[in-house]
Every structure is written in structure tokens, then in C-alpha cells.
């Protein structure tokens, strides 16, 4: 069976969503899951192996915090290669969008034809 459309588009964006997220500070997996689930519904699971892959492409370093109340926590920070990811994406994404606005008749694009 197929995936559903939304799900799809949401592992499409994920990385960018992510890199986004990393670029307003650094952060660990549990946070930037949980900010994920809220705002698009991304569920925990799919967070810690895109976490592992964006360390392993070189976009994001790890670096432990020691922790008062429990064991350290690994946060991400995001690389120079990760900004510059970042930039593209966020660039690619716009003219995504807009293209497919233009395609589904947004007004934007309507006063163009």
C-alpha cells in the first residue's frame, strides 16, 4: 500500500526542517522531536536515524552536555557544511513552493497569466 501524500511530503522537508531548527541554536534528538511532533506531527522514531545520517554527511557535530539530574545528553550543533545545506534547501524549498503554487492557483501566481 502506498504511503499517504502527507506522509511523503513531510520526509521530504524533514532535513530542512531539522537544519532549520539547528540554526536557531543548538539542541538534542528529545527537542528537536518534540518540536517536530508538534509542528508537522513527526513521530520520535523517525528523528534519531535522520539525526545519526545528518551527523554521518557531515552536517551536523556532536558534543555531550553533563547533566545535574541524569546521564549527559548528545547535542547537535549544526557545521559549516550544515549551514551552507541549509541555505540551498531553504532556497530550493521556495522555489518549490512557488511552483507549485503557480500550478495550484495561488493568487500570487494568478496575476501573472
Known amino acids: 500500500m502506498a504511503e499517504p501524500v502527507d506522509a511523503q511530503l513531510k520526509k521530504g522537508v524533514l532535513d530542512l526542517c531539522v537544519l532549520a531548527l539547528l540554526s536557531e541554536g543548538d539542541n538534542y534528538s528529545y527537542d528537536i522531536a518534540g518540536r517536530l511532533a508538534d509542528a508537522i506531527g513527526m513521530g520520535e522514531g523517525t528523528v534519531y536515524p535522520l539525526m545519526r545520517r545528518l551527523s554521518a554527511d557531515g552536517l551536523v557535530e556532536t558534543?555531550?552536555?553533563?547533566?545535574?539530574?541524569?546521564?549527559?545528553?548528545?547535542?547537535?550543533?549544526?557545521?559549516?557544511?550544515?549551514?551552507?545545506?541549509?541555505?540551498?534547501?531553504?532556497?530550493?524549498?521556495?522555489?518549490?513552493?512557488?511552483?507549485?503554487?503557480g500550478i495550484i492557483g495561488s493568487k500570487k501566481w494568478a496575476k501573472r497569466a
Do not use: H, I
Not at 545528553?73 to 503554487?101: I, M
Open 63 to 101: 558534543y555531550l552536555v553533563e547533566s545535574t539530574t541524569g546521564p549527559s545528553r548528545k547535542y547537535y550543533r549544526l557545521t559549516r557544511a550544515g549551514r551552507v545545506a541549509l541555505s540551498e534547501q531553504r532556497e530550493a524549498w521556495r522555489t518549490f513552493t512557488n511552483a507549485v503554487d
